[in-house]
Nanobody, 127 residues
Framework: QVQLVESGGGLVQAGGSLRLSCAAS????????MGWFRQAPAKEREFVAA????????VYADSVKGRFTISRDNAKSTVYLQMNSLSPEDTAVYYC????????????????????WGQGTQVTVSS
């Protein structure tokens, strides 16, 4: 089992920044690729960003590329999402998720490949 707890969400004006954190506990953090997803009201959950177990590779949704940065600190069992130049379209509940690196060896964009999810943190961007 891996327990994930997100923090850092809140209300920010358009153009502002937020940094989300996701603290993991339980099984060895470095055995997991990590991803961030988001879900806006009446919309499906969508991929935002992911990072491989070592931090050596990252992938982003086109909608956030160049504005968001995912990183991880395996010593702290924490993954981060730095969000800059936020717009109202980024308003959503943001979830972090963990995928076993021995099971997932291709794309990290698909939610169903992730085994563990946090409870989510709300990000609201005002115009």
């Amino acid at each position: 089992q891996v327990q994930l707890v997100e923090s850092g969400g809140g209300l920010v004006q358009a153009g502002g920044s937020l940094r989300l954190s996701c603290a993991a506990s339980g099984r060895t953090f470095s055995n997991n690729h990590m991803g961030w997803f988001r879900q806006a009201p009446a919309k499906e959950r969508e991929f935002v960003a992911a990072i491989t177990w070592s931090g050596g590779s990252t992938v982003y949704a086109d909608s956030v590329k160049g504005r968001f940065t995912i990183s991880r600190d395996n010593a702290k069992s924490t993954v981060y999402l730095q969000m800059n130049s936020l717009s109202p379209e980024d308003t959503a509940v943001y979830y972090c998720a963990a995928a076993n690196r021995f099971k997932v060896t291709t794309t990290l964009r698909i939610p169903t490949l992730y085994d563990y999810w946090g409870q989510g943190t709300q990000v609201t961007v005002s115009s």
